[in-house]
């Protein structure tokens, strides 16, 4: 497991630099004359970032901002505006990157530059293991918790045109109590 994340973190990371550094120009060159790459994130969307029993910023993409600071020499600060914040664009010096596990839709790539995919994760469903569900197409007419985000909902409409499920959104913004 732990192998599993070292080496999605290091493609993920490879990936950015390859191909985000052909496109970087003004903000490579500033990260590079200051030494620090500052990274907004999320610190509210575990485990991609999410605070740690240590009280700091952990997760994903804390490992994929740390990992790609590495390899461009320079310290990474993180700053953790909202997601409403980080996806409206405009901003205007006050951070170099996002990393965020962000998924690049039409809209937002009219906003944001989105130099490379560094990974993805198709959409699944999940159900009691006594359930006798087995396909998707056995959810149709069914309410289903989805995402709170509204990539999942329109996921859930692509795969059921005809008769939806019914999206219940859910999402949380705290840790869970151990």
Known sequence: MVRSKRVLTLAAAMSLLFVGAAHAGAVLDKIQSSKTMTVATSATWPPQGFIN??????????????????RLGVEVKFITP????????????????SVGSMTATKSRARILDF??????????????DKSTVTDHKALNGKTIGVEGA?????????????KPAMCR???TTSRPKK
């Open 169 to 171: 959104p859910w999402c």
């Open 115 to 128: 130099p490379g995919t560094y990974y993805y994760v198709p959409y699944v469903f999940a159900v009691h």
């Open 53 to 70: 029993d240590k009280n700091e910023i952990d997760g994903f993409d804390i490992d994929v901002s740390k990992e790609i600071a590495k």
């Open 82 to 97: 909202d997601w409403d914040v980080i996806t409206a664009g405009k901003w205007n010096g006050r951070w170099d990157m």
């Open 150 to 162: 509204p990539l999942p909902r329109t996921s859930s409409t692509r795969h059921w045109p005809s």
